[in-house]
């Protein structure tokens, strides 16, 4: 930190095992990803290139390996092991991973339905060789699961050897643990938290009253995902209370009075 500050909420160290921010690039040019890495690096712990874009991004490698200069691990979205997987590929994106040097692998079906003892199948092998982040939930907007499925598919997967399991909002947030509006499924939050523990899950949080809801709920090193890199910044600010939707949720006593005096 720039300078001291009294009673600022305890962070996770990296390599962080929990208190994760995940960003998704959508496909920033390598100067982009210079400079915001010179200024939010500390804040990254993993990034995602989102569904498809590392199929059509130019300098895909070297974009990989300026992510790498700064120890922070690279997947490639979902939807593109889907689209491998529908195209009976599977061998061939296990090759993609390794001919780029990645470890982090996510295994989904958000977009095609694969049936469940076969995902779990691709998540043992998987796991094997790599770091596994399993999405659980459809793009679908129609399609809403109960939360005693949601904790089902979440066990399994945690089970069949992924790190952590996704919790599929897409990258608006407005499916998934949340409603259209992008408001969260709370009782479903809830429900799943009563059987999946908290440090196991990333949660995906585009908007920021997402992002809140979440800290509210567990705190400052709660996993959180799906986050543009222009927001890395501000979220690490909302995770310690130093922007106004947090300000007093890590004050103590005396300084939640003196905060209504001054």
């Known amino acids: ?10 962070r996770t160290s990296k390599p ?12 920033m040019g390598l100067d982009g990803t210079r400079d915001f890495l010179s200024v939010a690096a500390p804040y990254v712990d993993i990034v995602k290139l989102g569904f498809g ?16 200069d700064h120890n922070i691990p690279v997947y490639l ?7 491998f997987l529908v195209r009976n590929q599977f061998d061939d994106y296990v090759d993609v991973l390794k001919e780029f040097g990645l470890d982090h692998v996510e295994v989904s079906d958000g977009s095609v339905t694969i049936p469940h003892v076969e995902k ?12 596994v982040l399993s999405e659980v939930g459809s793009k679908d907007a129609t399609h809403i699961m109960p939360p005693y499925k949601w904790i089902e598919l979440m066990r399994a997967e945690l089970e069949a050897g992924a790190n952590y399991v996704i919790a599929e909002a897409r990258e608006a947030g407005n499916v998934g643990i949340y409603r259209g509006s ?20 990333m949660w995906e949080a585009p908007q920021k009253m997402q992002q809140v809801y979440f800290l509210e709920l567990l705190g400052a090193n709660v996993n959180l995902g799906n986050i543009a890199p222009a927001e890395v910044i501000s979220l690490e600010c909302t995770r310690v ?10 004050l103590n006593k005396e300084e939640k009075e003196r905060a209504n005096h001054i």
């Open 77 to 83: 979205g979902g939807t593109l092991f889907e689209a």
């Open 241 to 250: 209370g130093l922007r106004s939707d947090t300000f007093h949720l890590f």
């Open 16 to 27: 962080r095992i929990n208190g994760i921010t995940m960003v998704m690039d959508k496909g």
């Open 1 to 10: 930190m720039n300078f001291a500050l009294k009673n600022i909420p305890h």
């Open 120 to 131: 779990l199948g691709y998540i043992e092998k998987l796991a094997k060789q790599f770091t």
């Open 53 to 68: 874009t590392s199929y059509v991004t130019n300098h895909l490698r070297e974009k990989i390996e300026i992510y790498r």
């Open 182 to 201: 992008g408001e969260v499924r709370e009782g479903l939050v809830q429900e799943i938290l009563t059987q999946i523990p908290s440090e196991r899950i």
